[in-house]
């Protein structure tokens, strides 16, 4: 019921459609219960209605025809207190009609040369002077049938036209929501993501997430489908086809219910087999696309490294198992679903047959024709279309809820507080108060560190891998949070940081990553990134500002140069002068610089100490440096060591110290000498 209830919160503004949609079904059902029993005239009352008892009349109107001089009209069409004269028969058999000069009961025929023998139950009754019709008095027979002939057929034509107009009003409507599902659905989904706390991302690869995002969303355009197919189509159909066939003979309607608990039965055990396979296939899929994504994303290091038969040696593991859970989906829709169905379909048609041959065509006096076994076999078959649709289309329906449960996974899952409040420009004071931080419980990697770090001041932040800097600045962002008291707090201008929501939070902080990240569009507007008040020359003047010249001299588009996907078509430090120019045109108060020049040359590390100087006034900047030169002249530096502080101090201080920074620096220097 719960997916029900999200699937019509999407849906709710485009109820209108929904409304129509149903409309149509409506009136298609509809017109679909009328056309056999349309079928059933013409054939009984049309085309084997020449069979009916005729009488031979005194007078001519537009009912009768004359054979053999003689005026006859068809009983049914006699007007009360009319004067009937002889009665007389048209008999079909075979390939002929044939005229009898008196009334031939109900029965078993058989013509034998001109005398023609009928059994009926008790007796069998001889008619003699038997006279085959020729092609044009068969034709004169037929005449008083036109007008109703050709009436139930321009119906029937009528019918099928407003079928196909209503169709496609129909599908017409329905696409049209299915569009806005799929719109609002993956909207919905983006924007969920974009609040996920960031522990999610790093427990999950990005293929399956956007695998969700992509395919799942795809489950409630397929519920959607269903439901209008099932719950409405199905529903009316069944409900008129049992309509119709009580209509038609009601012992056989009652009949049919025999066979719904044995229906129940069987679809109980479907979907209970079903939902297990679907379940599998669909986490199956998603670890298939998440492999996809990661062999994409890395292809370069895989060619370099010619891990190519390995990488596919893996992919055809999860590939395989993929496979397996799609056939055993496939196989038990065949053994158990929509195929059997069909066996059960020309069963039917064959029972029915069976039934009214048996009956030898007659019950109770009353004669069973044509129209009448067409009519009732298409009202049972129109009874069993639902159970069709339901075993041709329960797979996709189950395979629907659990894509449903999993895009929610995302939709309904703890998110970030993504309220935004308007605060003051913070001053730029930092404070870490005795922080302790484990990613895994109890495993801390930061140890009662704490740091004092005023405003305008340049920060360096130094120590070996693992050694907690980056987990640092990760808490400085709240990419992960202190909640625990005891775990101490930080503070920026004196307010704990977990105060704000952290969407107003981070309004005034920027970061530069060690791997800058770039979208596919322009420099500007990578630059630009949301500030759209700010022009291209504004840009390029903060670009040149900052020593990015070169990247306007060697574009000849600029700041419009395009940017492909990840940047790939940008260098390492062209990528961290578009980084900083960014966090410019953010103007944060506290800039975070996470090991910005860790990936660059000699040249391009003199332009980010340019970048650098710039960039540092009127802020606090944190930088984060595996090259010491990046932070000689920074006011302080603070030396991390498995997660404690043990040092701080500027350049100078830390040297004559002669501890774990003079290490790091003596080494830096010698591989230098060594070069």
Not at 60 to 73: A, Q, V
Not at 100 to 111: F, H, M, Q, R, Y
Not at 401 to 422: A, F, M, S, W
Request: charged share 20%; proline share 2%; aromatic share 10%.
């Amino acid at each position: 019921m719960k997916n029900y209830k999200r699937l019509f919160k999407f849906i709710k503004e485009r109820r209108k459609l929904l409304y129509l949609s149903i409309c149509m079904i409506v009136i298609i059902q509809v017109l679909n219960f009328l056309s056999p029993l349309i079928v059933k005239t013409i054939l009984d009352d049309c085309i084997m209605g020449i069979e009916y008892s005729w009488v031979e009349v005194e007078k001519e109107d537009k009912y009768t025809i004359i054979y053999n001089s003689h005026i006859y009209k068809q009983e049914r069409n006699l007007k009360e207190g009319e004067t009937k004269l002889n009665n007389a028969s048209i008999v079909l058999y075979k390939t002929g009609f044939y005229y009898v000069s008196k009334k031939v009961v109900d029965g078993n025929k058989e013509l034998i040369n001109d005398t023609l023998y009928v059994t009926t139950k008790n007796e069998t009754i001889i008619y003699n002077d038997v006279v085959k019709l020729s092609v044009n008095e068969v034709m004169l027979f037929y005449q008083p049938i036109y007008g109703l002939l050709i009436l139930f057929i321009a119906l029937l034509f009528i019918k099928t036209i407003l079928v196909i107009i209503c169709s496609y009003i129909q599908h017409m409507s329905t696409n049209r929501v299915v569009n806005w599902l799929a719109r609002d659905g993956r909207t919905v989904a983006m924007q969920a993501v974009e609040r996920l706390p960031i522990s999610d991302f790093e427990s999950e690869p990005a293929g399956k997430m956007a695998s969700r995002i992509t395919m799942d969303v795809d489950g409630l355009i397929i519920m959607y489908r269903q439901l209008i197919t099932l719950f409405t189509n199905a529903t009316l159909s069944f409900i008129l086809a049992y309509i119709g066939m009580f209509i038609l003979n009601f012992r056989l309607a009652l009949l049919s219910f025999v066979i719904y608990p044995f229906v129940y039965i069987w679809i109980r055990f479907f979907l209970k087999k079903l939902k297990k396979v679907a379940v599998k296939f669909n986490e199956t899929r998603s670890m298939l696309t998440a492999k996809i994504n990661e062999i994409i994303n890395g292809i370069h290091i895989l060619q370099i490294f010619n891990f190519k038969k390995q990488t596919i040696a893996e992919f055809n593991e999860i590939n395989k198992v993929y496979k397996t859970e799609q056939l055993k989906d496939v196989k038990l829709s065949l053994v158990g679903g929509w195929n059997l169905i069909n066996v059960v379909k020309g069963l039917v048609t064959t029972l029915i047959v069976a039934y009214y041959g048996w009956q030898r065509l007659s019950f109770s006096g009353i004669l069973v024709t044509a129209g009448t076994i067409y009519a009732y076999n298409e009202y049972l078959l129109k009874l069993i279309d639902p159970i069709h649709i339901i075993f041709t289309q329960i797979s996709e329906f189950q395979h629907s809820h659990v894509r449903i449960e999993r895009i929610h996974k995302l939709i309904e899952g703890k998110v970030e507080d993504d309220t935004k409040v308007l605060v003051p420009r913070y001053v730029g004071n930092v404070e870490f108060d005795n922080i302790w931080f484990s990613y895994v419980d109890k495993e801390y990697v930061l140890k009662g560190v704490t740091l004092n770090i005023e405003a305008g001041q340049m920060i360096g932040l130094v120590g070996a891998t693992g050694s907690g800097k980056s987990s640092l600045m990760n808490l400085l962002l709240r990419f992960y949070d202190v909640n625990d008291p005891l775990s101490g707090k930080i503070y920026v201008d004196g307010i704990d940081i977990n105060t704000y929501s952290k969407r107003t939070y981070r309004e005034h902080i920027g970061v530069v990553l060690q791997e800058p990240v770039l979208f596919k569009g322009t420099i500007a507007s990578n630059i630009r990134f949301g500030r759209d008040e700010m022009s291209d020359e504004e840009i390029e003047k903060i670009l040149i500002s900052i020593g990015g010249e070169k990247i306007l001299n060697k574009f000849e588009l600029g700041v419009k140069q395009p940017i492909n996907r990840a940047g790939v078509n940008m260098s390492a430090g062209e990528k961290q002068i578009i980084a900083l120019a960014r966090a410019i045109v953010h103007n944060p108060s506290i800039l975070i610089m996470d090991e910005a020049t860790s990936h660059i040359d000699t040249e391009t590390e003199e332009m980010i100490k340019h970048a650098l100087s710039v960039v540092c006034q009127n802020r606090t900047v944190i930088v984060i440096a595996h090259r010491l030169s990046t932070i000689f002249n920074a006011d302080k530096i603070f030396v991390l060591n498995e997660g404690l502080k043990v040092e701080e101090g500027t350049h100078l201080e830390l040297i004559q110290n002669n501890y774990v920074y003079a290490n790091i620096y003596r080494a830096q220097v010698s591989n230098i000498k060594n070069l």
